[in-house]
């Protein structure tokens, strides 16, 4: 096995929506989840240590980390993308998606459902979270950091779930946007 130059990675990486792509798969998943520790640094924020890739790179999850009781997390990694863009893009057609909001909230929630439905191997896990990172050029942060925390997602086994915009230069930072999944919120006692 030969090792690839930059060059031959840079010419066959995928032409739509490609800020996170990288061709080894446990080194941009773990990347991905790095540039959301950097963000929520910025905003004083530290929700876990000792990022780690995950147990099994074919299996979930991607990543593992402890809580700062030293309890494991359990980290999945996925991208929201228009699979038929980068389908067209890759054959030369210069197109986009142009994602409709409430098309947005559905493909969020189909997601999530779907990470749901995944065996987390390695556990116990105290704490499961998705990572949905998107680099998709009619998603920008400033109108859906209002549309997307009015939604409401429903998750059984996912606890906290991220959706990771790739870097804005004038922000200086990957924004991102903490996901509701009110099902997984503690009961609170009646006053």
């Known amino acids: 096995m030969t090792e690839k130059s930059l060059k031959e990675i840079l010419q066959e990486q995928r032409k739509y929506a490609n800020y996170f792509e990288w061709p080894d798969k446990q080194i941009k998943e773990q990347g991905v989840v790095e540039c959301l520790l950097e963000s929520m640094g910025k905003d004083g924020v530290i929700p876990f240590i000792g990022l780690r890739p995950g147990p ?3 299996q979930a999850p991607d990543c593992i980390a402890e809580d700062e009781a030293g309890a494991m997390i359990a980290i999945e990694v996925t991208e929201f993308v228009s699979r038929k863009a980068i389908a067209m893009n890759q054959i030369c057609k210069n197109v986009y998606r142009n994602w409709k909001p409430e098309e947005v909230i559905n493909e969020v929630q189909n997601i999530i459902t779907r990470k749901d439905c995944v065996r987390y191997f390695g ?3 105290s704490k ?3 990572v ?12 859906y950091s209002t ?11 996912i606890d906290e779930v991220f959706f990771l915009f790739s870097y804005r230069p004038q922000m200086k930072t990957y924004p991102y946007i903490m996901l509701k999944i009110p099902s997984n919120q503690p009961l609170q ?3």
């Open 123 to 125: 556990g116990p896990y």
């Open 132 to 143: 949905i990172h998107i680099d998709e050029i009619t998603l920008d942060h400033q109108t």
């Open 189 to 191: 006692p009646i006053r």
């Open 56 to 58: 099994s790179p074919n």
């Open 128 to 130: 499961t979270i998705l």
């Open 147 to 157: 549309i997307l925390p009015k939604a409401s997602f429903k998750a059984q086994k």
